[in-house]
């Protein structure tokens, strides 16, 4: 992404201010140890520097790039400005969290912040996917595992791509990158493989 941000805007002072912090590094800060989006190792908060001074990226019309392409990638905002009251945190508008490319493009296309996309997703499970395409033209359907206790028994596709990520809520989300029409087909010979 900061490769292809520089080739389009000749913009190279982009760095990284905040990435994974331990439990000790996230003590005193604004959110609570354990409780940070900074333990999962996802997100990255971004920043440039300009004569040895560090600034939000939403101060220069430049790194608008950023934020409206990072979906390409993987990435979204995580804490969108205008989503502060359900996500609970504003002026954080610098931390890009990756959720994968079917995952990103759909929250983008819909406007949803990740807590959004949780709650609408647990709707989705493995016989009633949800069905996107990415902004790069690949087809997805994701789908939602509710764990009982620990566990969980995931139904997971054969020969094909998928990501499998915990919603710090008791559930599992998984993307495999198919089409409908191929995921059903997967789903049907499944079955009659177990049939037999």
Not at 49 to 75: I, M, Q, R
Request: glycine share 8%.
């Amino acid at each position: 992404m900061l490769i292809d941000f520089a080739a389009e805007t000749n913009t190279t002072n982009v760095q990284i201010r905040h990435a994974y912090r331990t439990l000790e590094e996230q003590e005193g800060k604004d959110i609570l140890p354990g409780h940070s989006d900074h333990h999962t190792g996802l997100g990255v908060a971004l920043m440039y520097e300009k004569d040895g001074t560090a600034y939000d990226l939403s101060l220069e019309p430049v790194y608008d790039w950023l934020y409206e392409n990072c979906h390409k990638y993987g990435f979204v905002v995580r804490y969108p400005e205008q989503k502060a009251a359900i996500t609970g945190i504003s002026n954080y508008v610098e931390y890009f969290h990756y959720v994968g490319d079917g995952v990103a493009s759909y929250m983008k296309e819909n406007n949803l912040c990740l807590e959004e996309f949780v709650a609408q997703i647990k709707a989705h499970t493995y016989n009633n996917p949800l069905e996107t395409t990415d902004a790069n033209g690949q087809d997805w359907v994701i789908y939602y595992t509710a764990c009982q206790g620990d566990m969980a028994t995931v139904k997971l596709p054969t020969n094909f791509t998928y990501t499998v990520s915990g919603d710090n809520d008791g559930g599992i989300i998984v993307s495999v990158s198919l089409s409908k029409s191929a995921y059903e087909q997967q789903q049907q010979e499944s079955e009659s493989e177990s049939a037999q």
